[in-house]
């Protein structure tokens, strides 16, 4: 899966179409013997999500061909034998300095939370390492989390990438969990809309750019292992 993605992330640069990274992607989960995960999603038809700029997630393949300044977004995922994995990764077309530290804060909240998966703690805890991003003034998106994965794609439980509720409520962390850890967050507002007509793209209401970064993380009795390394 990190092969995958990695070439994708690579394969970014002015003048490439969305489009053109998701037939990439293609062709490399093909190679590794696997099949995309996100085209066994009902009403879905490509192998990623291409996130540019104000785009959070759901982003659609398509002609659009990218620019220097750009921030894209590259969400992912592949299932194996019976197994799905997802990951995704922000980076940028020669991107501003401010573009690149909004980035690396997205990138570090997520260390820190995978650390948090561990026996005997609750999602809650991986939650408000993501939360951090508040703390450079950025806000995490409240409308959508990561996930449990496993045999399906999405699976439980929910992973928000902010606290919400009592700490007692939260799901236990055991042995065995499988989750796909996602931080989203927003350079202005946590809210998001859906972006245009095709029932799938969710942007900032603000029209602000969006972080997105994401590993696959198995729960063992040595600590959290990342899956899509």
């Known amino acids: 899966m990190a092969v995958v993605r990695d070439a994708l992330a690579k394969f970014v640069k002015v003048g490439v179409t969305t489009l053109q990274i998701d037939a990439l992607a293609d062709k490399l989960i093909a190679k590794e013997g696997a099949e995309p995960s996100f085209k066994l999603v009902p009403g879905y038809r490509h192998a990623t999500c291409i996130n540019v700029n104000d785009v959070v997630v759901h982003g659609i393949p398509g002609k659009y061909k990218l620019k220097s300044g750009d921030k894209v977004g590259i969400d992912v995922g592949l299932v194996w034998k019976g197994f799905h994995s997802d990951t995704s990764v922000t980076v940028s077309c020669n991107g501003s300095k401010e573009t690149q530290e909004f980035l690396e804060v997205g990138r570090a909240c997520l260390k820190k ?117």
Request: charged share 25%.
């Open 113 to 229: 939370a995978i650390a948090q998966a561990k026996i005997g703690k609750r999602i809650a805890d991986i939650s408000a390492e993501m939360q951090r991003v508040e703390e450079y003034g950025y806000s995490p998106v409240q409308a959508l989390t990561g996930h449990g994965i496993g045999k399906h794609l999405h699976e439980e439980p929910a992973v928000p990438c902010f606290e919400v509720g009592e700490y007692a409520h939260s799901p236990l962390i055991k042995e065995g969990l499988v989750l796909a850890i996602e931080i989203m967050y927003n350079a202005g507002k946590s809210e998001v809309v859906y972006k245009n007509d095709d029932g799938w793209t969710i942007a900032t209401a603000d029209g602000k750019i969006s972080g997105l970064f994401e590993e696959t993380v198995a729960v063992t009795k040595d600590g959290p292992v990342i899956l899509t390394v």
